[in-house]
């Protein structure tokens, strides 16, 4: 399926994002306003007036995922090496994670600027990541006023020039654009460790908000970039990674 891919080429990431706000009472009128606009979408009510507690309840569930009304507040990253003696496979996960999300994107930004802003010799890997992951952070990036790293700044650009993206989910529709497929079902069907064994994306912001919480956060999402990176071993028909090859830096 993926040919002669250099694993130690591509690098492996997960985002979580939160609302830009505790609450909907903590927007401006003007966002306000315009949430409520978007609201009509997200609650599929497109000729209906939607109520302040329906908008308040749709902020909390939902804003975070959209770039205009939420803000990322971890990317966890994966890479692959080998062990020198052993000849053994290995991931490295490391977290950026910051409650400044302009301090916590300078440096992701930093890190694949110096090694991985070459595409055509290095990769990234996700889930969903062509749809979400990528296009999110390059949003945000210009929302927060910083440069985009060479490899990522694909706006406009054909398919055939983000080939450096390497989509788990993509490559497991086979053409089918009909359904989404979730991790979650995926580590269950190749029968690796779910990676939604204690919070799932509908907590981060609870966690984040209420709990102050941001280890745990980073935790779940290193937990996602790892289970991508056994997905895509099972996909190019290779053995799973052992806890004793997972590093936490």
Request: hydrophobic share 40%; glycine share 4%; charged share 30%.
């Amino acid at each position: 399926m993926l040919g002669h891919l250099d694993l130690s080429k591509v690098l492996f990431l997960d985002v979580e994002c939160v609302s830009g706000k505790a609450n909907y009472d903590e927007l401006n009128d003007d966002f306000k306003y315009l949430w409520k606009l978007k609201s009509k979408s997200v609650l599929r009510k497109y000729d209906e007036e939607i109520t302040e507690e329906e908008a308040d309840a749709a902020y909390k569930d939902k804003a975070g995922i959209y770039a205009e009304f939420g803000k990322i507040v971890c990317i966890s990253v994966g890479i692959i090496a080998r062990n020198p003696e052993t000849k053994e496979l290995f991931v490295r996960l490391k977290s950026f994670a910051s409650e400044d999300e302009a301090e916590l994107l300078r440096d992701f930004s930093q890190m694949v600027t110096q090694y991985y802003n070459n595409t055509t010799t290095h990769a990234f890997c996700g889930h969903n990541i062509r749809e979400f992951d990528m296009p999110y952070i390059c949003r945000r990036l210009l929302i927060n006023q910083l440069p985009l790293p060479n490899s990522l700044n694909i706006a406009g650009k054909k398919p055939w020039e983000t080939k450096h993206f390497i989509d788990t989910l993509e490559l497991w529709k086979f053409g089918d654009y009909k359904n989404y497929t979730s991790l979650k079902l995926l580590a269950a069907v190749f029968g690796f460790p779910s990676p939604k064994d204690d919070i799932d994306g509908s907590e981060v912001g609870r966690v984040f908000w209420e709990e102050n919480d941001l280890p745990r956060i980073a935790k779940y999402c290193e937990k996602d970039v790892l289970a991508t990176v056994q997905l895509l071993l099972k996909y190019m028909l290779q053995p799973l990674l052992t806890d004793d090859q997972v590093i936490h830096v």
